[in-house]
Each structure stands twice: as structure tokens, then as C-alpha cells.
């Protein structure tokens, strides 16, 4: 079993930044594949981010490449999400999440059927 926890949500002008982050617990964080997915009102759940076990191997979707950077310290068992130059349509829910199994490609990274453990999502709002 595996605990996520997100923190760092909060209203934001567009050009602005957050860094939004993910506490896990309940199982050794370095064995986990993670990713960051987003839902905003009325929209399907979308890819955001992925990173692998070591940090060695992360990515995007288009929409946030060169502007958000995924990262994680296994030391502290957290992941993370730093946002620049965010725009109103970013606003959304940020849900961090926990693939068990380690694999990593970016194909298998990017569905979120693959993950198996979920947190409860910090909500992001942008305003224009």
C-alpha cells in the first residue's frame, strides 16, 4: 500500500509559479515509478509529468514541456512539480501518482491505468 500526499496548490497570476509536492509513504519510495496528471472541470484526467525511479528519465506532455520540471528526492520519499510560466489553462486538479510495478517507458508512463496508487489532488488556479 502506498500513501500519496500532494501540498502546494494555490491561486496563481498567469507568468506566475508554484511547485507542487508529493509525500509518499507505506512503501520504498525509490521503487516507485511516479507521475503528475491533471483534471480541470468537465475535462477527462490528462498526463502531465512522469520520472523514474532514480530521476534519470522524465517526461512531458507538449502542453507543459520547457515549462514545468519534474523531480523527486528519494531521501525524502516526495516528488515534485515546479511550474513557471503557468497560464489560465492549467488551472486544474494536480494529482500525483505511484506506479508499484518500477517499470518505466514513456508510452506505459503517460496512462493512467497504469498507476495504482493515487493522492487526493491539490487544486491550481490561474487567473488571466
Known amino acids: 500500500q502506498v500513501q500519496l500526499v500532494e501540498s502546494g496548490g494555490g491561486l496563481v497570476q498567469a507568468g506566475g509559479s508554484l511547485r507542487l509536492s508529493c509525500a509518499a509513504s507505506?512503501?520504498?519510495?525509490?521503487?516507485?515509478?511516479m507521475g503528475w496528471f491533471r483534471q480541470a472541470p468537465g475535462k477527462e484526467r490528462e498526463f502531465v509529468a512522469s520520472?523514474?525511479?532514480?530521476?534519470?528519465?522524465?517526461y512531458y506532455a507538449d502542453s507543459v514541456k520547457g515549462r514545468f520540471t519534474i523531480s523527486r528526492d528519494n531521501a525524502k520519499n516526495t516528488v515534485y512539480l515546479q511550474m513557471n510560466s503557468l497560464k489560465p489553462e492549467d488551472t486544474a486538479v494536480y494529482y500525483c501518482?505511484?506506479?508499484?510495478?518500477?517499470?518505466?517507458?514513456?508510452?506505459?508512463?503517460?496512462?493512467?491505468?497504469?498507476?495504482?496508487?493515487w493522492g487526493q489532488g491539490t487544486q491550481v488556479t490561474v487567473s488571466s
Open positions: 520520472i523514474d525511479r532514480s530521476g534519470g528519465n522524465t
Open positions: 507505506g512503501r520504498t519510495f525509490s521503487s516507485l515509478t
Open positions: 501518482a505511484a506506479d508499484p510495478t518500477g517499470f518505466y517507458s514513456h508510452y506505459r508512463s503517460y496512462l493512467p491505468r497504469n498507476y495504482g496508487y
